[in-house]
């Protein structure tokens, strides 16, 4: 996470990737956490960029983002507006996941 993300309301997603693999109807993405729990997320796509909007200020602050730390959103099969949030925190230069 830059610092950025963790003052922005909004999360960029690469465009190439929204592009192939997200409707520009998607008005909403859930997103899941490894122990079940829930955001719903507003999806923006616009000509040249995408972002996660609505709900990223409550999703960072709920997994407690730092910087340093890595999210990665795996889109899942047959489910093109659900998402699963994996976090790897930066400790002293190792890389833990959560």
Not at 2 to 18: Q, V
Not at 39 to 63: E, F, I, K, P, V
Request: charged letters at 30%; aromatic letters at 12%; proline letters at 2%.
């Amino acid at each position: 996470m830059r610092d950025t993300y963790l003052t922005y309301p909004y999360l960029h997603i690469p465009y190439n990737f929204a592009d192939k693999h997200l409707r520009k109807t998607i008005k909403n993405v859930m997103v899941r956490n490894s122990e079940d729990k829930v955001w719903m997320l507003g999806y923006w796509n616009g000509d040249s960029s995408a972002q996660l909007c609505s709900g990223w200020t409550s999703l960072r602050r709920d997994l407690g983002l730092t910087e340093g730390d890595v999210c990665v959103f795996e889109l899942l099969k047959g489910k093109d507006t659900e998402m699963r949030v994996s976090v790897f925190r930066e400790i002293d230069n190792v890389l833990t996941r959560i």
